[in-house]
């Protein structure tokens, strides 16, 4: 017999392995059953982002019997690829990451699988390096990276360090399932685990192994050290209460930042985010704080990054005089320029470099590297992707990974992770801001300067938040319409293609995802969320004014945006 919410509600109600204030907090929803029902209507899946939900008890949840249900799954998945599996476990400043990180650890020594801790918060991409740099089978992070502070989530890496792609998530999550009840979840005491060898603590070797990493991919050291410009450039900081805080301020000084201001309301973890409004540097009002100490310090930038410090936004100057938010796409073909325009200067450009992005980023980053001789591939959304590929040229040598970017704000230079990574791109877009400064500019003339040689690119991004049951099937009603009806025309320019991912164009796997190309060479695409209950519509124009540009995605997006509502 189908469970329905209310069975698995009652369920966990009498379950014994449940504790007491799980039951406490269960039943005092007695009575509301919209509540009950989006706890219980479904399992937590994985997306895009791995395991990612709300905090709370229910099966629709982030807790203790989620993820170790998670931990049991990936756990048997580990034995099979390995005689001595081992994974590495890493978290954030989110609320309950530690409680959570120890959880899976424990259910992984439950079943002999060897568990290495970091024992406080670390960023994302030094889990990658680590799984790398210690061999293991596999990789956790607690983490629920820039959203809102009720949320937490559960990542899963393989061997290369890179998140499960669709083959083996489908394998950890039949794993999952067959976990039916919670007495199928193995797990040690603490002591008994770290008796036994198989609950590690990692020290500060691995610390100083990614630093130095990270600063290894400098391409500019000698214009900030020995008394350089490295002296009068100023740089303000701000972690947003995140992972992002030593590492960060430990690799800019390492390659030579002396003036590195952070935000001090921000810089202490804070699983709240008590500052902002959403830790999340996609967004103007995360930088509030930090604008206002660049103002006063005088700062040539401002840079940010999210609570598990995948993430990376910039702020700089503009003509007036005044801080502006740069987009992550503006950000990413800064970095291109400068990446590849730097290789070339220097004659290290490999005739076989590669860039890889995702399917929703400008392709304004795509011209100015295929300016430079670089190859340009597409993935889809999801820097997993972006990992996947660079995997395969590390096997073949048929191509040398130089540059993956998304739209959201997530960057690698270097191959020694397979994440992105506001590490490095912290270092790379403050040396940018640098070397361009040695020349008299700021990262907003040569934002213009490129526009003037590319085009002036502009995207935009909406979203609409659709919650529960009913916000899953409105969803996917929205998502049928589009592709049951696409249209000839959008804001009076034509459609001359639909398409429609979930087919696995391009060699890509198989993806709930709508791009329609227009005759103008504007697009605009239609994806759900793998993170968030929502829908999100992408949009890129390109002007030969920024007024021009401006001007077309406002009434692309108004278009669009019109028939979406009527569905949501």
């Known amino acids: 017999m189908k469970m329905t919410p209310m069975n698995r509600y009652e369920a966990w109600l009498n379950d014994a392995l449940i504790d007491e204030a799980t039951k406490e907090e269960l039943a005092a929803l007695a009575g509301d059953a919209k509540e009950i ?12 982002g791995g395991l990612r939900g709300v905090m709370g008890a229910g099966t629709n949840r982030l807790n203790r019997y989620t993820v170790g249900k998670a931990a049991q799954g990936l756990a048997q998945w580990a034995l099979g690829k390995s005689d001595k599996p081992s994974v590495v476990i890493a978290y954030d400043s989110r609320n309950n990451s530690p409680q959570f990180a120890l959880d899976a650890a424990l259910v992984l ?20 390096f680590a799984v790398r740099s210690l061999g293991a089978t596999s990789g956790i992070v607690i983490t629920a990276s820039h959203n809102p502070p009720e949320y937490n989530g559960f990542k899963a890496y393989g061997s290369d360090g890179c998140q499960l792609v669709p083959e083996d998530a489908e394998q ?13 979840v193995r ?54 209460h995140g992972a992002g805080n030593q590492p960060v301020r430990q690799v800019l000084e390492q390659a030579g930042f002396s003036h590195v201001y952070v935000v001090p309301e921000q810089e202490q973890p804070d699983g709240y985010f008590s500052t902002v409004k959403s830790p999340n540097p996609e967004e103007r009002e995360a930088f509030t704080l930090a604008i206002g100490l660049a103002q006063k310090v005088g700062a040539d930038i401002i840079i940010g990054t999210d609570p598990d410090c995948d993430r990376m936004g910039a702020v700089v100057r503009n003509n007036e005089g005044e801080y502006v938010v740069l987009t992550g796409n503006q950000s990413g073909a800064i970095m291109v320029n400068y990446l590849l325009g730097t290789l070339k200067e220097r004659g290290k450009l490999p005739d ?15 011209d100015i590297a295929r300016h430079y001789g670089a190859e340009v591939v597409n993935t889809l959304t999801g820097f997993k992707y972006i990992g996947e590929k660079m995997t395969q040229y590390e096997q073949s040598g048929e191509r040398t990974f130089l540059f993956g ?11 020694y992770a397979r994440d992105k990574d506001a590490v490095i791109a912290s270092l790379l877009i403050c040396e940018a801001a640098a070397y361009y400064k040695s020349q008299g500019k700021t990262l907003y003339d040569v934002l213009q300067e490129l526009y003037a040689q590319f085009g002036t690119y502009l995207e935009a991004l909406e979203s609409r938040t659709l919650k529960g049951l009913d916000g899953v099937q409105k969803i996917a009603s929205i998502m049928d319409d589009w592709r049951s009806n696409p249209p000839s025309e959008v804001a009076g320019v034509k459609v001359d293609a639909m398409l429609d991912y979930l087919r696995g164009l391009d060699g890509l796997p198989a993806e709930n995802v709508l791009k329609f190309m227009l005759s103008d060479g504007s697009w605009f695409c239609l994806r759900p969320s793998g993170t968030e209950p ?35």
């Open 37 to 48: 029902e989006d706890r219980f209507y479904r399992d937590l899946e994985f997306g895009t």
């Open 109 to 128: 020594a439950g079943n002999g699988v060897t568990a290495y801790v970091f024992p406080s918060l670390r960023p994302t991409p030094q889990l990658s």
């Open 172 to 184: 950890v999550i039949g794993a999952i399932q067959k976990v039916t009840s919670f007495d199928l």
């Open 187 to 240: 797990r040690l005491s603490r002591d008994e685990a770290e008796a036994k060898g198989l609950l590690r603590w990692l020290d500060e070797e691995e610390d100083r192994k990614y630093v130095d990493t990270v600063v290894s991919n400098s391409l500019n050291s000698e214009l900030l050290k020995n008394g350089g410009l490295g002296d009068s450039f100023k740089v303000v900081f701000t972690p947003l």
């Open 352 to 366: 076989n470099g590669v860039v890889v992005k995702t399917i929703v980023t400008s392709e304004m980053g795509a």
């Open 405 to 415: 970017y998304e739209e959201s704000y997530g960057y690698l230079a270097g191959t």
């Open 534 to 568: 929502k829908i999100k519509v992408y949009f890129a124009v390109r002007g030969t004014t920024q007024d021009e540009a401006v001007a077309a995605v406002k009434h692309l997006t108004q278009a669009v945006m019109e028939r979406v509502d009527n569905k949501a």
